[in-house]
């Protein structure tokens, strides 16, 4: 498991999550945990580490 922060592509305010890094790469949905807007979640994890990351509106 990994803290990741990022900025909301609705209200622009740094947030957290934690990714897990067990799993090479995931798509979901997460709501902002600021303006609770649903927020598209892809990610892509090698070698312990985040390669790709993409947080956007849906």
Same mark, same amino acid.
């Given at each position: 498991m990994m803290e990741h922060f @990022?900025?909301? &592509? =609705?209200c622009g305010e740094r947030i957290s999550? #934690?990714?897990d890094t067990? #799993?090479?790469g995931q798509t979901y949905v *997460?709501?902002?945990e600021v303006c609770?807007? &649903?927020i598209e #979640?892809? =990610? #892509?994890i090698k070698a312990d580490e985040v390669r790709q @990351? *993409?947080?956007r509106t849906m």
């Open positions: @990022f900025t909301c &592509p =609705y999550m #934690v990714l067990s #799993v090479r *997460e709501d902002c609770c807007q &649903p #979640v892809r =990610y #892509v @990351f *993409e947080a």
